[in-house]
């Protein structure tokens, strides 16, 4: 089993460009959540979702756009990306309850824009 | 509201020495899931521990040991003997059973262990 994949690794953008950040779980995981990590403020929840074709805002979902198209993907979107969107992105996924388990991380994708 | 204080941002010790990282929630669930994690230099993010709010027994793995304390709030974690392999950021999180399905994180404790 590979876990949680992401893509890309890295990846650099300019102002204003767009891209997307691929999640995938092998693990038929109901939930899945994409953070991001800021020197000093720990993981932030951007969005999450609780199941295929379902998703909700987390604590800065401002400037992101996600979908659950498959079960085992979770998509993160940037339209119009900015310097302040530079940081660590993590995937991860869990259990739905009652299974209250822990959450399974991706290696993470570390974006810069500049 | 949920929430989690890792007042420690970075601690620094020598090998050999024990360290403990401190961690204090709060939550208005009767029934909630606290975690550990780890994450070293390589930047993945490594599961260490979960405790559920009905089990307030102590845990210890090697060198590692939790003391869970539902009385104060606090979930903390012991490094015994430190080695500089445990050199990383741990993070503590919540999860509460009502509401929304988040998972809550503190800012994370820097612990550095000097050869």
């Known amino acids: 089993n590979a876990g949680v994949t992401q893509t890309p690794k890295f990846r650099v953008l300019k102002t204003g460009q767009s891209m997307t950040l691929l999640c995938a779980q092998d693990m038929n995981h109901e939930y899945m959540y994409w953070y991001r990590q800021d020197p000093g403020m720990g993981l932030r929840l951007i969005h999450y979702?609780?199941?295929?074709?379902?998703?909700a805002k987390g604590e800065v979902p401002d400037g992101y756009n996600v979908s659950r198209l498959k079960k085992q993907n979770f998509l993160l979107g940037l339209e119009s990306a900015a310097p302040s969107q530079t940081s660590v992105y993590f995937c991860?996924?869990?259990?739905?309850?009652?299974?209250?388990?822990?959450?399974?991380f991706g290696p993470g994708t570390r974006l810069t824009v500049t | 509201a949920q929430k989690v204080t890792q007042a420690q941002t970075e601690i620094s010790v020598v090998e050999k020495e024990d360290v403990t990282l401190d961690c204090v929630y709060e939550?208005?669930?009767?029934?909630?899931?606290l975690f550990w994690y780890k994450q070293p230099p390589s930047g993945e993010l490594v599961f260490l521990i979960r405790?559920?709010?009905?089990?307030?027994q102590n845990e210890i793995s090697g060198r590692y040991s939790w003391n869970f304390q539902k009385s104060t709030s606090s979930f903390n974690f012991t490094i015994t003997a430190s080695q500089v392999v445990d050199s990383a950021v741990y993070f503590c999180?919540?999860?509460?059973?009502?509401?929304?399905?988040?998972?809550?994180f503190g800012t994370g404790t820097r612990l550095k262990v000097l050869a």
């Open positions: 999180a919540l999860r509460g059973t009502s509401g929304t399905y988040k998972y809550i």
């Open positions: 991860a996924s869990s259990y739905p309850p009652p299974f209250m388990g822990e959450q399974y």
């Open positions: 939550t208005r669930d009767t029934t909630y899931y």
């Open positions: 979702s609780v199941g295929e074709g379902t998703t």
């Open positions: 405790r559920n709010s009905f089990d307030e």
